[in-house]
């Protein structure tokens, strides 16, 4: 094996390798722009996606008022020639 000194090394080094990296990618300047990157892959822009599900819930919405509108005819008439 080796000597105190050896040891005291490789204890230093075990020690010292993770709390360095720890360190180093807690610091926002070191990945912030990397960070940035990789949320706009991840999460692209949704105005064009937002847009299209308000036009399909507006369409949706119509015809639902339709339908209720075609209902209520229908019920009404039914009413009338009781």
């Known amino acids: 094996m080796g000597t105190w000194r050896l040891e005291a090394l490789?204890?230093?080094?075990?020690?010292?390798?993770?709390?360095?990296?720890?360190?180093w990618f807690n610091q926002p300047e070191n990945f912030e722009d990397w960070l940035i990157e990789q949320r706009k892959l991840m999460f692209p822009d949704s105005r064009k996606g937002r847009e299209a599900i308000n036009r399909?819930?507006?369409?949706?919405?119509?015809?639902?008022?339709?339908?209720?509108?075609?209902e209520?005819?229908?019920?009404?008439?039914?009413?009338?020639?009781?």
């Not at 075990?14 to 360190?23: I, K, L, Q, R, S």
């Not at 399909?56 to 075609?70: G, Q, S």
């Open 10 to 23: 490789r204890v230093a080094i075990y020690m010292t390798f993770p709390v360095g990296t720890f360190w």
């Open 56 to 70: 399909t819930r507006a369409l949706l919405e119509k015809r639902r008022a339709e339908r209720m509108d075609a």
């Open 72 to 82: 209520l005819k229908r019920i009404e008439a039914e009413r009338v020639g009781q």
